[in-house]
């Protein structure tokens, strides 16, 4: 099975400071995606990526970059938190088949 | 207007029951459809993906099938028990391409009364 690894289940920042959240996947998928999940909003694509060193905006891209390496690993950096960036923040691969692998999700709290 | 549909927002049944979960698509095009679950708290775990030249597929209990025609989706889960509490979401692919996207439904909130 494809496994999408994100290496934090829970992060508390402070306004202003740089975060970085990373996603690892083991399948050799090329593309791969970050997506943040608020109530009522449901998920919303913020970057993708379709390659190494290869990015596209998605929804909500404000606020965000992206970094993508290496092939497995595809990294979302907020480069000076807010606090309307608190969020459970999702990461997914997709496959030949184009099906979705998520992993366990990051719950980002900003005070 | 939504995309993708859900309905019922929320479903609480008693152990044992079958039940359905629909997903309503406005665009005829249909690529892939997937099924996710979530519990609350975690990411989504895949359930089963249906391509577009297939009609159905089957995991265990559920079974989820594909009606292009109509633009509808259904989940069914037999023999529901309290651990299948969780919320389903359907979505969508918009295309076979690298920029293609996915579009997600709202979600089902499903409670399993012990």
């Known amino acids: 099975d494809v496994k999408v690894t994100q290496s934090s289940r829970y992060l508390v920042k402070r306004t202003g400071e740089k975060v970085f959240l990373e996603c690892v996947q083991d399948?050799?998928?090329?593309?791969m995606f970050w997506y943040r999940q608020d109530p009522g909003l449901g998920l919303r694509l913020i970057y993708f990526?379709?390659?190494?060193?290869?990015?596209e905006k998605g929804d909500i891209p404000e606020g965000y970059s992206v970094s993508r390496e290496k092939k497995e690993r595809f990294s979302l950096i907020l480069e000076s938190a807010s606090t309307n960036q608190t969020s459970m923040y999702l990461c997914?691969?997709?496959?030949?088949?184009?099906?979705?692998?998520f992993g366990s999700g990051t719950r980002l709290t900003v005070v | 207007k939504q995309e993708v549909t859900q309905i019922p927002a929320a479903l609480s049944v008693p152990e044992g029951e079958n039940l359905v979960l629909n997903c309503s698509f406005t665009d005829s095009a249909i690529y892939n459809l997937q099924w996710f679950r979530q519990d609350p708290g975690k990411g989504l775990t895949s359930l089963l993906l249906?391509?577009?030249?297939?009609r159905e597929q089957t995991s265990g209990r559920l079974n989820a099938s594909l009606d292009k025609s109509s633009g509808r989706s259904t989940l069914y889960i037999a023999a529901s028990q309290p651990g299948d509490s969780a919320t389903y979401l359907c979505a969508r692919l918009k295309g076979y391409s690298s920029a293609s996207k996915i579009i997600f439904g709202s979600g089902t909130r499903l409670s399993i009364r012990p």
């Open positions: 997914a691969s997709r496959g030949d088949d184009y099906g979705y692998t």
């Open positions: 990526s379709y390659d190494v060193k290869m990015k």
């Open positions: 399948m050799d998928h090329e593309n």
């Open positions: 249906i391509q577009s030249s297939q």
